[in-house]
């Protein structure tokens, strides 16, 4: 019989080993529950997923060319694209990871959004018909997960301190 999740572990069961256990629990139902937030993220058709591949490729390089002129030499990486189902709308997911100020980097990526708009219509120009909107969202999933490392790492700490 599961216990509740504030409840305290039951005797006789190593507590560190509970509060794992329930930690784990917690991070499956909430990364469940991430999944079923994000629209048409595991729904997307394979030409959605090649044209979205095709873009990611494309606006790397985009990104890495133009990365002093226009972000300051932050390195920026993209971590997915979604597109929608008729192929005019793209969002564009950018990783931060080593970026000081993260909101600074987005404020750039967005003052030249038309740019990078108009340099990605020149490469894939002969492939499509209309070159998507795009709009860009930072990718908060590596915070995410190093904050799970750092939970994961304390419960092997603790767990080590119990049994010495």
């Known amino acids: ?3 509740k999740p504030g409840a305290p572990a039951p005797e006789g069961i190593n507590k560190v080993a509970f509060k794992r ?12 529950r991430v999944l079923l937030l994000l ?8 030409r959605q997923d090649k ?10 390089s985009i990104f890495q060319h133009y990365n002093h002129s226009w972000f300051g030499g932050n390195m920026l990486t993209i971590s997915g ?6 192929l005019g709308h793209a969002r564009v997911y ?19 959004a038309k740019e990078i708009r108009h ?21 908060e999933s ?8 750092r939970i994961f790492d304390q419960l092997n700490k603790e767990e080590k301190k119990d049994e010495q």
């Not at 629209?39 to 394979?46: C, D, G, K, L, R």
Request: avoid cysteine.
């Open 21 to 32: 256990r329930k930690v784990i629990r917690l991070w499956q139902i909430h990364t469940a």
């Open 81 to 86: 694209v979604q597109v929608s189902p008729d």
């Open 142 to 149: 590596l915070d995410y997960l190093n904050k799970m490392d």
């Open 39 to 46: 629209p048409n993220f595991a729904v997307m058709s394979i």
């Open 51 to 60: 044209f979205a591949k095709q873009i990611q490729r494309d606006l790397g």
């Open 1 to 3: 019989m599961p216990a």
């Open 119 to 139: 340099e990605l219509a020149r490469r894939i120009r002969h492939e499509v018909k209309k070159v998507p909107e795009l709009v860009f969202f930072m990718d």
């Open 94 to 112: 950018l990783s931060l990871y080593t970026v000081k100020n993260r909101q600074e980097a987005m404020d750039l990526v967005n003052l030249h």
